[in-house]
T-cell receptor, first 113, second 115 residues
Framework: GAGVSQSPSNKVTEKGKDVELRCDPISGHTALYWYRQSLGQGLEFLIYFQGNSAPDKSGLPSDRFSAERTGGSVSTLTIQRTQQEDSAVYLC???????????FGPGTRLTVL | AQKITQTQPGMFVQEKEAVTLDCTYDTSDPSYGLFWYKQPSSGEMIFLIYQGSYDQQNATEGRYSLNFQKARKSANLVISASQLGDSAMYFCAMRENTRSEKLVFGKGMKLTVNP
């Protein structure tokens, strides 16, 4: 079966522009996570969706970041007015539910010029 | 304070030898989970092994085993019979309590397997 997919794989944008990153989780997985990985660093949690519950947004670094998950499946992470420090690889993961291992997508490499 | 500590920035091992990757963690909750992920140069995070805080046995998955020492708060990954394809970044992660589903990651360490 298909794994987690993300698009685009690479995104180069100018400072101040908005970007949208997309994640398609594994079919049937109810939990979806977004993480950010800066160069040479570990992963930083951003946001988590579980079923119809309110998302855990505790990791979003500023109000320029937002995410939604439509129909309990596809998720979009939006970064408004991008800054150079937003440059990173954005990773999406999904799992069958709570307390299960998370399966990661290939990531979107965002470069803000 | 760091919740996951991986102190080894990099390690080298000869093919077919065993290697231990260190991880210490910090949580005050009695119920937590520990994970190891591998990240090859392609960038994808690959799940390797999981250890629950209440598990009685150390977790094993093929060539991977987890040396779980609860009192010392360490969860070291042991790779037996290293292969060239094991060369990658390795990340230790923790789900720190039952209320949170997010994973907290260490900074990772780079393993290089030499022929």
């Amino acid at each position: 079966g298909a794994g987690v997919s993300q698009s685009p794989s690479n995104k180069v944008t100018e400072k101040g522009k908005d970007v949208e990153l997309r994640c398609d989780p594994i079919s049937g997985h109810t939990a979806l996570y977004w993480y950010r990985q800066s160069l040479g660093q570990g992963l930083e949690f951003l946001i988590y969706f579980q079923g119809n519950s309110a998302p855990d947004k505790s990791g979003l670094p500023s109000d320029r970041f937002s995410a939604e998950r439509t129909g309990g499946s596809v998720s979009t992470l939006t970064i408004q007015r991008t800054q150079q420090e937003d440059s990173a690889v954005y990773l999406c993961a999904s799992s069958l539910g709570t307390r299960n291992e998370q399966f990661f997508g290939p990531g979107t490499r965002l470069t803000v010029l | 304070a760091q919740k996951i500590t991986q102190t080894q920035p990099g390690m080298f091992v000869q093919e077919k030898e065993a290697v231990t990757l260190d991880c210490t963690y910090d949580t005050s909750d009695p119920s937590y989970g520990l994970f190891w992920y591998k990240q090859p140069s392609s960038g994808e995070m690959i799940f390797l092994i999981y250890q629950g805080s209440y598990d009685q046995q150390n977790a094993t998955e093929g060539r991977y085993s987890l040396n779980f020492q609860k009192a010392r708060k360490s969860a070291n990954l042991v790779i037996s019979a290293s292969q060239l394809g094991d060369s990658a970044m390795y990340f230790c992660a923790m789900r720190e309590n039952t209320r949170s589903e997010k994973l907290v990651f260490g900074k990772g360490m780079k393993l290089t397997v030499n022929p």
